[in-house]
């Protein structure tokens, strides 16, 4: 029996403090990290997707940060791809990868090898989805999704066009819902040896980071990075300006809503998604939390225990060759 090589993974809602977390875990086990993340991924897009800055990362190697302009297309076959040639290059140093981030979908492709092969090449119901949310929006297609993929339609934001459009244009092709074919994908049995961490905190906890943090991003210059950004000729459409904080400043900038309200939007808006990051943590299996309030907030503890877990569940796996 082959011997499963070692993958873990560090999620959480946003602002919860998984980057210093993975650092110290990083350092602990010998690992190098990789960025689950779908803005940090984009270069010039630093302050709005609270980027690690190269100083701060302590010696650590980090992966799919500064990869792509913000001109390119990123999505989940995108990312997948990337992660597994990091975690090739990981492995053959020696080391072991730390899946660290908060897009949950990301790191599921990766933890169980999500099959995302098109069924055909027939782009033509694709198009036909495009320009009908161009002409009834975002909305209208979600309510389509929601008749023919309802878990599908709880999960995918109503804004999220590109992931709504590839839930139709599944259930168009296949006649089977994508919740379904991610389902059975989940249910195999993992390629690796992975211990899947969340990080959590008291909701009110969580809020009042999310907007110190919003505010904290403001004064270290977010409203400068996002009008050098339009500057460049960046507009709401693309993939990378649909980050939070970029898209609100955007329409700000664009004169159809004041700076107050785009901060208000900014605030409210990561709360909605990391209360969304929630639900979709609770639906993974086998996935090991971490209640900050529950160790004190004694990040050292917190630590140690993932660390006497990451080690159980290596030693566990090498019992099994």
């Known amino acids: ?189 993992g390629p690796y040896a992975s211990c899947y961490f969340v990080l959590t905190d008291d909701r009110d906890k969580l809020y009042a980071r999310i907007d110190k943090r919003v505010e904290e991003m403001l004064s270290e210059g977010l409203f400068d990075e996002v009008k050098k950004l339009k500057a460049r000729g960046c507009t709401r459409n693309m993939v990378s300006m649909q980050g939070l904080g970029y898209k609100e400043l955007l329409a700000h900038l664009e004169g159809e809503i004041s700076l107050d309200e785009a901060v208000y939007r900014i605030k409210r808006d990561t709360r909605h998604f990391a209360k969304r990051q929630l639900t979709w943590f609770k639906r993974e299996k086998e996935v090991i939390w971490y209640h900050k309030g529950e160790f004190g907030y004694d990040e050292e503890a917190i630590l140690k225990d993932m660390v006497d877990r990451i080690t159980r569940c290596i030693n566990k796996n090498e019992d099994h060759i």
């Open 1 to 189: 029996m082959e011997q499963k090589k070692p993958l873990i993974v560090l999620s959480g809602p946003t602002a919860v403090g998984k980057t210093k977390l993975s650092l110290a875990l990083a350092k602990a086990i010998g690992g190098e990290i990789i960025s689950a993340d779908s803005m940090q991924v984009y270069k010039h897009m630093d302050i709005g997707s609270a980027k690690i800055k190269p100083e701060e990362m302590e010696g650590v190697p980090h992966h799919l940060i500064d990869v792509l302009e913000p001109e390119e297309e990123f999505n989940v076959v995108i990312f997948q791809k990337l992660c597994k040639e990091a975690m090739e290059g990981i492995y053959k140093r020696g080391h072991i990868p730390i899946l660290t981030g908060g897009t949950g979908f990301y790191i599921q492709a990766v933890l169980y090898d999500i099959d995302f092969t098109e069924n055909d090449g027939d782009i033509s119901y694709r198009e036909e989805l495009e320009a009908l949310a161009k002409e009834q929006g975002s909305e209208y297609l979600h309510q389509m999704l929601f008749f023919v993929d309802e878990k599908s339609a709880e999960a995918i934001h109503p804004n999220n066009t590109k992931r709504i459009i590839r839930a139709l244009e599944f259930a168009h092709q296949t006649h089977e819902p994508i919740s379904a074919h991610n389902e059975e994908q989940r249910s195999r049995e």
